[in-house]
Structure formats: C-alpha cells, structure tokens
C-alpha cells in the first residue's frame, strides 16, 4: 500500500490523454492492484458484479462464494505466496529486470515514488518493486505523463514475461486475465506518449 506525501494535482503543461478504451487508466490500474490483494469477500463480490472483469466467466458462477473465496484464496497462495520450492511467477520487478542487482533497481523506485510524492505503508510493507504496489503507484501517479513514464520504467520492460509465466503457472483463469489487461493498458499508454 502507498501513501501520498502531497496532494494530487494535474501538471498545466502537459496535454490529457484521449477518451479511449481504457477510460480512466488510473481507476484501471488501482483496480487491478486491489484484485491482486490476498483474496476476500470483497473480490467475490466483485467478480459476481462485474462478469466483464478480466479473467472473470463461467468458472466462477458454478459454485458458492465460499467455495469461490476459497478457491481464490488458494490459486492466491499458491502463486504469489508459498510455492516450493520457488515462486513460478514471483510478482518482483527485479527478478525480471535486474536479477544480479535488485537492490539498484529497488532504489530506483524508492526514489521515483519520491518524486511522485508516494511512499510505502502500512504495518506489512511490501517490496517497492512488488506488482501490486508498482500498479498502484501508475495508479497514483500525479499526471498522465508521470504515469505513463512510470509505467514505461518499472512495468512494460517485465509484464508481457511475467504474464506468460503466470498463465503457465495458473490453474484458474482470474489472475492471468488481470495480467494481461495490465500489459493492455501499459502498451496502450506506452502508444499514447510514444514511450
């Protein structure tokens, strides 16, 4: 989870992005950050509300939003927390980008949520270059374009890798669904500034 340091405020130089199919990136991007959270009711909720979610269909509508909670809780678990003997799919920015260096790559994104005016928090602080909180901080970005070069830095180099990983690894459908409507949206923006 992030936390503001300032106050979000549009920059007047730079040109707002075009409606286009992804109306609000930055309500898609918390979105997808928020669903990758550890499963609860509320993403039951969500996925019994909104059937056009990534990665949402017929395997989620058969069964009781126990069973469904549960069922999420485990693909959670077995993907992103406790896989022996390593994670198929480690959801690290630095274990794609900088494997022999993570630590330079850690502060630079400590430094550049810094300059967005973002910092971690919360009492279990993830790693900063954790997907979660990378998608929330392109979701908190304080312009277009501060997104979209956050985006092209820390996202867009690892996801489309990423993702594969994870659909090979994945027994339901959801979190590749969401991945991949995340690699959408950082190419859509990537188009967008010719980044």
């Known amino acids: 989870m992030l936390t503001s340091t300032s106050p979000r405020r549009e920059s007047p130089g730079r040109r707002r992005p075009p409606v286009r199919s992804f109306p609000n ?13 550890p499963p609860t009711a509320a ?11 990534p990665g949402n269909g017929p395997w989620s509508t058969g069964v009781s939003d126990d069973q469904l909670l ?14 022996f003997p390593r994670l198929s799919a480690p959801p690290f920015a630095a274990v794609y980008l900088t494997p022999e260096h993570p630590e330079r790559l850690l502060l630079r994104i400590e430094e550049r ?25 392109a979701g908190r970005a304080p312009t277009p374009m501060a997104r979209v070069e956050f985006v092209g830095e820390f996202l867009a180099p690892w996801l489309p890798v990423y993702g594969q990983r994870l659909s090979e690894a994945a027994a339901l459908p959801l979190y590749p669904g969401l991945i991949g ?15």
Do not use: C, M, W
């Not at 990136?25 to 918390?30: F, G, I, K, L």
């Not at 409507?181 to 500034?193: G, H, R, S, T, W």
């Open 43 to 53: 993403l039951v909720s969500l996925l019994r509300g909104d059937p056009d979610l």
């Open 113 to 137: 949520l810094g300059r967005l005016g973002l910092e971690p928090a919360g009492e279990f602080r993830e790693r900063v270059d954790h997907l979660r909180l990378l998608l929330e901080a």
């Open 70 to 83: 549960h069922d999420l809780q485990a693909e959670h678990t077995r993907l992103f927390v406790n896989t």
């Open 25 to 37: 990136p930055e309500e898609v991007y918390r979105l997808l950050s928020v669903a990758l959270a």
């Open 181 to 195: 409507a995340a690699i959408d949206l950082a190419v859509e923006d990537a188009k967008e500034f010719n980044i």
